[in-house]
């Protein structure tokens, strides 16, 4: 059974770091492009960011470019979102998915697993 856990979401300030973990198991870690995605409140989820099993090709989207950094370690079988400079428009439930393909995704039909979503909260 796949298996995506988050963690790492809290409520912060403006300006202030988090860095987001997702842990997976149940899958061949290597065999899979990982992105994360966030839903706001009274939005659609959006692509925030995605990685290759090698993380030599990472996608960003432009509202988070330059803030965030997608990282993982095929090692752990783990994902990372560093999130620099927060906004409150970064507020939302941050969730991480794995496509079985090494192609990476930018919509969410693309992906097959995902985790249960972990709160990000940025007060102003």
């Known amino acids: 059974q796949v298996q995506l856990v988050e963690s790492g979401g809290g409520l912060v300030q403006t300006g202030a770091t988090l860095r987001l973990s997702c842990a997976a198991s149940g899958l061949t870690f290597r065999a899979y492009a990982m992105g994360w995605f966030r839903q706001g409140p009274g939005k659609e989820r959006e692509f925030v960011a995605a990685i290759n099993w090698s993380g030599r090709s990472i996608y960003y989207a432009n509202s988070v470019k330059g803030r965030f950094t997608i990282s993982r370690d095929n090692a752990k079988n783990t994902v990372y979102l560093q999130m620099n400079s927060l906004k409150p428009e970064d507020t939302a439930v941050y969730y991480c998915?794995?496509?079985?393909?090494?192609?990476?995704?930018?919509?969410?039909?693309?992906?097959?697993?995902w985790g249960q979503g972990t709160q990000v909260t940025v007060s102003s």
């Open positions: 998915a794995a496509r079985n393909n090494d192609v990476l995704g930018y919509t969410a039909a693309v992906y097959d697993y």
